[in-house]
């Protein structure tokens, strides 16, 4: 684990991304210490630009604070962007697991209907459940999930794919163990590597989706978002362009700080890229 | 056989080549002095990590990223090769020098057919018009032996077999009349009778068109089918240079004496072979399998059926060794793999101690099923990367109702029994050599106290120094513990010195079955002779 740490401390993208996520994590953790007022609360006068007296990214129509909504919305993307992502890997380990390891006919029947759900855009697919199901906390990250896990599960079959041949597999089935315990304990630590990297970006495609959801209008209305918060400042972008441009700016350092790190994470992961090959 | 008189055509003086720092050392080779003359097969022999296959790649300016010749020079005809400049190099390379390499497989082009390859490169060096080169393809097809070369050409290479695709291989290398021909284990991935119709090839071209040929082999029964000289090589020090009759018979440096001992030791066959009357532990009846794969698609319906075992019998006293010997399709891994439960038969049945396990009850039969444990022969693949030793160990004790105490108590035993010490459980597969991995795998067996082995090609994949002392290992703790064997191999030599039985298999038939030293010595059956008399080397070390 010691050379874990140390080579990803030698990793300048991962390390950027890391300290990033790190400051935004803080900042959602704190923000109702740092704004423990509604983010919907009138403050001051609308339309007031950035660097205002007492509003560091100044008001939006209605008065309210951007820079409360910013800390604020930072809770709800990245609590959606981890929820999601979480349920979108469980699915997709569970179906790529299964389908890698017995193949045959099971592999067949998960495999279509996994490209069932790969051949609807997944921003449309995203739209219509949180439509049908009405707009809340639930429906959004039931609804990126559903669109997120498939290419989690082809990545982990096509890792089972070759890991069931492996000796060791092999060796574990000759011991007696059973089904469950090769491929939760044989197989599955060798296959996770890649998920790794690949759910530190899906949490980076979840908080986009999230956020052009709720450009639509289609976000949960007790919470501020940063997408809402893009969508409610568009009318304005002549007369305030702030609005948008401020927490489209904080989306973009979000997504670029998760990219960041799974990268990082590859280059630690994937020692065959990242170290040169021995004779 | 070494003809001074000849020219030189490459010459390397105080050659080093620089590793990437964080390797294991410092100079992949260093400090290394040799001639290549024309007109001869020069030798490169050392076991993996010696620096041979890196002195090869820096002679064709193909070293990978990271390592670079740190000094001295490599003089080809005049030619200084280290400072050459790329494009330079580029009108050298494959003209002049040329290369051949270990997997056909992987060094030809898959998407291209074996005609348009060839044509490739004497394309790419400005060969004569369409008709010439057509003319002269043929020609070096037919010059390769392969048959048919106005079919042939237009084959692609998954189409060949392995010898053919080395002969493509070849062929391709001639094409434009190159001095000086690299040949980097070029009969390792063959088949033995294969191997020998290869050797036979690149001795025959050699000798026809005068090249000097820079031979590199781990294998010292190849060298002395083929080599006029010999250089061995360790840890990228030349430890000793010579003609191959005097290295090969008086070898001076302490390190080729072990080599060639450890060669020689695989044809003593005195200490095997006993006679074993008891019951047999394993009884293999009429075992039948067919493989049966789609080809084609989805929809078309074609079936390739392979037959990989065809009414197989045989039987395994305790503290018997049975060698099961064939290439490669022979069926051989396929009944090991029956043995061990890995796979079902179509028909015929697998006896323990006389009842079939297919029959048994299930309660019997999980009971029964870790008395057959396997040693696989890739010692990297074979131990998983993310358990520590101890838990490769115990993990199966444990599932079948051992309490963790005991069962680390019989992994500390049997890792003793192996050689390891103690400090071994607390690490990870990739801290340990191949020959130590394999001895956790051997091991990793014996906790479960066996009664019968199944060694697939077990030592295959090891060093020959290595593979003379897990030999020794196995036929050691075969003795101590009373063990029976099911010993797979390709390789007749190693079968001869652990085995007391030999069947010989061919396209999954039992083609001849008896006694190791009649199997090897007099064998009846006309596949055995060629085998044996494909064994490389065999007129120097029998």
């Given at each position: 684990?010691?050379?874990?740490?140390?080579?990803?401390?030698?990793?300048?993208?991962?390390?950027?991304?890391?300290?990033?996520?790190?400051?935004?994590?803080?900042?959602?953790?704190?923000?109702?210490?740092?704004?423990?007022?509604?983010?919907?609360?009138?403050?001051?006068?609308?339309?007031?630009?950035?660097?205002?007296?007492?509003?560091?990214?100044?008001?939006?129509?209605?008065?309210?604070?951007?820079?409360?909504?910013?800390?604020?919305?930072?809770?709800?993307?990245?609590?959606?962007?981890?929820?999601?992502?979480?349920?979108?890997?469980?699915?997709?380990?569970?179906?790529?697991?299964?389908?890698?390891?017995?193949?045959?006919?099971?592999?067949?029947?998960?495999?279509?209907?996994?490209?069932?759900?790969?051949?609807?855009?997944?921003?449309?697919?995203?739209?219509?459940?949180?439509?049908?199901?009405?707009?809340?906390?639930?429906?959004?990250?039931?609804?990126?999930?559903?669109?997120?896990?498939?290419?989690?599960?082809?990545?982990?079959?096509?890792?089972?794919?070759?890991?069931?041949?492996?000796?060791?597999?092999?060796?574990?089935?000759?011991?007696?163990?059973?089904?469950?315990?090769?491929?939760?304990?044989?197989?599955?630590?060798?296959?996770?590597?890649?998920?790794?990297?690949?759910?530190?970006?899906?949490?980076?495609?979840?908080?986009?989706?999230?956020?052009?959801?709720?450009?639509?209008?289609?976000?949960?209305?007790?919470?501020?978002?940063?997408?809402?918060?893009?969508?409610?400042?568009?009318?304005?972008?002549?007369?305030?362009?702030?609005?948008?441009?401020?927490?489209?700016?904080?989306?973009?350092?979000?997504?670029?700080?998760?990219?960041?790190?799974?990268?990082?994470?590859?280059?630690?992961?994937?020692?065959?890229?990242?170290?040169?090959?021995?004779? | 056989?070494?003809?001074?008189?000849?020219?030189?055509?490459?010459?390397?003086?105080?050659?080093?080549?620089?590793?990437?720092?964080?390797?294991?050392?410092?100079?992949?080779?260093?400090?290394?002095?040799?001639?290549?003359?024309?007109?001869?097969?020069?030798?490169?022999?050392?076991?993996?990590?010696?620096?041979?296959?890196?002195?090869?790649?820096?002679?064709?300016?193909?070293?990978?990223?990271?390592?670079?010749?740190?000094?001295?020079?490599?003089?080809?005809?005049?030619?200084?090769?280290?400072?050459?400049?790329?494009?330079?190099?580029?009108?050298?390379?494959g003209a002049r020098i040329a290369m051949v390499f270990q997997e056909p497989m992987t060094a030809l082009n898959p998407v291209l057919t074996v005609r348009e390859q060839i044509d490739e490169a004497l394309v790419a060096h400005g060969v004569g018009n369409a008709a010439e080169r057509q003319r002269r393809i043929l020609e070096l097809l037919d010059a390769t032996g392969l048959p048919d070369p106005e079919t042939l050409q237009h084959a692609y290479p998954f189409r060949l077999s392995g010898g053919q695709r080395q002969r493509a291989m070849i062929a391709m290398a001639l094409a434009l009349e190159p001095d000086?021909l690299i040949a980097?284990?070029p009969t390792?991935a063959l088949d033995?009778t294969t191997q020998k119709q290869i050797l036979e090839l690149l001795r025959e071209i050699q000798q026809r068109r005068r090249l000097?040929v820079?031979?590199?082999?781990?294998?010292?029964?190849?060298?002395?089918?083929i080599?006029?000289?010999?250089?061995?090589?360790?840890?990228?020090?030349?430890?000793?240079?010579?003609?191959?009759?005097?290295?090969?018979?008086?070898?001076?440096?302490?390190?080729?004496?072990?080599?060639?001992?450890?060669?020689?030791?695989?044809?003593?066959?005195?200490?095997?072979?006993?006679?074993?009357?008891?019951?047999?532990?394993?009884?293999?009846?009429?075992?039948?399998?067919?493989?049966?794969?789609?080809?084609?698609?989805?929809?078309?319906?074609?079936?390739?059926?392979?037959?990989?075992?065809?009414?197989?019998?045989?039987?395994?006293?305790?503290?018997?060794?049975?060698?099961?010997?064939?290439?490669?399709g022979?069926?051989?891994?396929?009944?090991?793999?029956?043995?061990?439960?890995?796979?079902?038969?179509?028909?015929?049945?697998?006896?323990?101690?006389?009842?079939?396990?297919?029959?048994?009850?299930?309660?019997?039969?999980?009971?029964?099923?870790?008395?057959?444990?396997?040693?696989?022969?890739?010692?990297?693949?074979?131990?998983?990367?993310?358990?520590?030793?101890?838990?490769?160990?115990?993990?199966?004790?444990?599932?079948?109702?051992?309490?963790?105490?005991?069962?680390?108590?019989?992994?500390?035993?049997?890792?003793?029994?192996?050689?390891?010490?103690?400090?071994?459980?607390?690490?990870?597969?990739?801290?340990?050599?191949?020959?130590?991995?394999?001895?956790?795998?051997?091991?990793?067996?014996?906790?479960?106290?066996?009664?019968?082995?199944?060694?697939?090609?077990?030592?295959?994949?090891?060093?020959?120094?290595?593979?003379?002392?897990?030999?020794?290992?196995?036929?050691?703790?075969?003795?101590?513990?009373?063990?029976?064997?099911?010993?797979?191999?390709?390789?007749?030599?190693?079968?001869?010195?652990?085995?007391?039985?030999?069947?010989?298999?061919?396209?999954?038939?039992?083609?001849?079955?008896?006694?190791?030293?009649?199997?090897?010595?007099?064998?009846?059956?006309?596949?055995?002779?060629t085998?044996?008399?494909s064994?490389?080397?065999?007129?120097?070390?029998?």
């Amino acid at each position: 684990m010691s050379d874990f740490a140390r080579r990803f401390l030698g990793s300048r993208s991962g390390m950027i991304g890391l300290v990033l996520l790190v400051l935004l994590v803080l900042m959602a953790l704190s923000a109702d210490l740092l704004y423990p007022q509604d983010p919907w609360r009138m403050a001051g006068r609308p339309n007031l630009p950035p660097f205002t007296e007492g509003f560091l990214f100044g008001t939006d129509q209605l008065g309210r604070d951007v820079a409360a909504g910013i800390v604020h919305g930072a809770r709800m993307s990245l609590m959606i962007g981890f929820a999601s992502s979480v349920a979108a890997i469980g699915v997709g380990v569970v179906v790529g697991a299964v389908a890698g390891y017995f193949s045959g006919w099971v592999d067949d029947v998960l495999m279509r209907l996994t490209e069932f759900f790969q051949t609807i855009p997944s921003f449309m697919l995203a739209i219509v459940l949180v439509a049908i199901f009405s707009p809340s906390l639930e429906s959004i990250v039931t609804a990126i999930a559903v669109v997120s896990w498939p290419p989690i599960a082809r990545l982990v079959r096509a890792e089972f794919l070759s890991l069931r041949q492996r000796d060791f597999v092999k060796a574990a089935r000759v011991g007696g163990h059973s089904r469950t315990n090769i491929i939760v304990s044989q197989i599955l630590p060798n296959a996770l590597s890649p998920v790794i990297v690949m759910a530190s970006l899906m949490v980076a495609t979840a908080i986009l989706i999230e956020s052009g959801l709720s450009f639509l209008g289609l976000g949960d209305r007790n919470f501020i978002t940063w997408g809402f918060m893009i969508g409610a400042g568009r009318t304005m972008i002549r007369h305030a362009w702030w609005l948008s441009a401020i927490p489209g700016l904080a989306i973009f350092v979000t997504v670029l700080a998760l990219n960041l790190f799974g990268q990082g994470l590859s280059d630690v992961l994937n020692p065959r890229l990242s170290r040169s090959t021995r004779t | 056989m070494s003809r001074p008189a000849e020219t030189t055509v490459l010459s390397m003086r105080s050659l080093s080549i620089a590793l990437p720092p964080g390797a294991d050392r410092a100079l992949a080779v260093s400090d290394l002095s040799l001639d290549l003359y024309r007109n001869e097969i020069l030798c490169v022999v050392g076991e993996s990590g010696s620096g041979k296959s890196l002195l090869a790649n820096a002679i064709m300016g193909l070293l990978p990223n990271g390592v670079r010749v740190a000094s001295g020079t490599i003089d080809f005809e005049g030619t200084e090769l280290t400072t050459l400049p790329a494009n330079r190099y580029r009108k050298l390379r494959g003209a002049r020098i040329a290369m051949v390499f270990q997997e056909p497989m992987t060094a030809l082009n898959p998407v291209l057919t074996v005609r348009e390859q060839i044509d490739e490169a004497l394309v790419a060096h400005g060969v004569g018009n369409a008709a010439e080169r057509q003319r002269r393809i043929l020609e070096l097809l037919d010059a390769t032996g392969l048959p048919d070369p106005e079919t042939l050409q237009h084959a692609y290479p998954f189409r060949l077999s392995g010898g053919q695709r080395q002969r493509a291989m070849i062929a391709m290398a001639l094409a434009l009349e190159p001095d000086v021909l690299i040949a980097d284990e070029p009969t390792t991935a063959l088949d033995v009778t294969t191997q020998k119709q290869i050797l036979e090839l690149l001795r025959e071209i050699q000798q026809r068109r005068r090249l000097g040929v820079l031979f590199i082999t781990h294998d010292f029964g190849v060298v002395a089918e083929i080599a006029d000289r010999v250089a061995v090589m360790r840890l990228g020090e030349l430890v000793e240079e010579g003609p191959a009759r005097q290295v090969l018979d008086h070898p001076r440096h302490g390190y080729t004496q072990k080599l060639v001992a450890a060669v020689r030791g695989l044809s003593d066959t005195s200490g095997a072979a006993r006679e074993h009357r008891s019951e047999p532990v394993l009884s293999i009846l009429g075992a039948t399998k067919t493989f049966v794969t789609a080809t084609g698609g989805f929809f078309s319906g074609k079936r390739r059926r392979v037959e990989a075992l065809k009414d197989v019998s045989l039987d395994i006293a305790q503290g018997e060794t049975l060698g099961l010997v064939g290439e490669s399709g022979s069926g051989k891994s396929t009944l090991g793999q029956a043995v061990v439960q890995l796979l079902e038969l179509d028909s015929g049945e697998i006896r323990f101690h006389g009842t079939p396990i297919a029959e048994m009850p299930r309660k019997e039969r999980e009971r029964v099923r870790p008395k057959i444990q396997i040693v696989f022969q890739d010692p990297f693949a074979s131990l998983n990367p993310r358990h520590r030793i101890r838990r490769a160990l115990t993990e199966t004790q444990v599932i079948h109702g051992t309490r963790r105490a005991d069962a680390l108590a019989q992994a500390e035993r049997m890792l003793d029994l192996v050689g390891l010490d103690q400090g071994a459980l607390d690490r990870f597969p990739h801290e340990f050599s191949g020959g130590q991995r394999q001895r956790i795998g051997i091991a990793r067996a014996l906790v479960m106290e066996p009664e019968l082995i199944v060694a697939d090609e077990a030592v295959s994949a090891l060093d020959v120094s290595i593979q003379a002392q897990i030999l020794e290992l196995l036929a050691d703790i075969r003795d101590r513990l009373h063990l029976s064997m099911l010993f797979i191999t390709h390789d007749l030599r190693v079968a001869a010195q652990v085995c007391d039985r030999i069947a010989v298999m061919q396209r999954g038939e039992i083609v001849e079955h008896g006694n190791a030293q009649e199997v090897l010595h007099a064998p009846s059956h006309g596949y055995t002779r060629t085998l044996c008399d494909s064994m490389p080397g065999k007129e120097w070390f029998v």
